[in-house]
Structures are given as structure tokens and as C-alpha cells.
């Protein structure tokens, strides 16, 4: 039996507990819908089968958004965890605190210089 075929048989992206380091997606992932999906994702790593394995309905386009989302702020926070400047210092607490600012992530490549 394959890994994933595990994973859903067990289906833990239901009530997957968040890591304590990872705590601060639940600020930005929002709602049954967005919370299930960061847990589907914690999981298989893709949302390609979201939609079969968990009933909910969203666009290809929604899945899209919140994978770039969730890739968005635990890349753009693991790369200020590793630089410990002042500004990533405080890219940081402004993500844990949930008041990044998720347009950053999209409007240009290093977010951590407009803070």
C-alpha cells in the first residue's frame, strides 16, 4: 500500500493537529474550508485529490491561491529565520501576529524588503 494511500485512509487532515512552529498559518488560513486545506497540504504535500478526499467544493483557482499562500509564508518565514536581521526580525513577528501584509507575497520577489 503506498504512503499516501495511508494517509488517507487514516484521514488525518481532518483533525491534524498544527505544529506549534506553524501555528501562525491558522491566522491566515481561515474558515473549515481554508483550515482543512492547510491540513490536507501538511499532509500530501499537493491538493491535487482535496476536493475527492475531503467533500469540499473550491475551485482549481482557490487551491491554486492557498498553496501559493501556504508556500509563500513558511518559505518567506524559514528564510527570515535563517537571516536574523532586523527587518526579518520583523517580517517575523509580523507573520506570527498575522498582520503580514498577503499582497506582499505576491507583489514582489523578496516581501522582507518592503516591511
Known amino acids: 500500500m503506498l504512503e499516501d494511500d495511508l494517509k488517507l485512509i487514516a484521514a488525518n487532515f481532518f483533525d491534524l493537529e498544527i505544529p506549534k ?8 488560513f481561515v474558515g473549515k474550508l481554508q483550515i482543512t ?3 490536507y497540504y501538511m499532509i500530501f504535500g499537493n491538493y491535487r485529490n482535496f476536493c475527492d478526499h475531503t467533500g469540499f467544493k473550491c475551485s482549481s483557482n482557490l487551491k491554486f491561491r492557498l498553496e501559493k499562500r501556504f508556500l509563500g509564508l513558511t518559505q518567506l518565514y524559514e528564510k527570515c529565520k535563517k537571516k536574523l536581521t532586523e527587518d526579518s526580525i520583523k517580517t517575523i513577528n509580523s507573520i506570527e501576529s498575522g498582520k503580514f501584509n498577503l499582497t506582499k507575497l505576491r507583489t514582489t520577489d523578496d516581501p522582507e524588503s518592503s516591511t
Open 37 to 39: 486545506f492547510l491540513r
Open 21 to 28: 512552529e506553524k501555528k501562525y498559518l491558522l491566522k491566515y
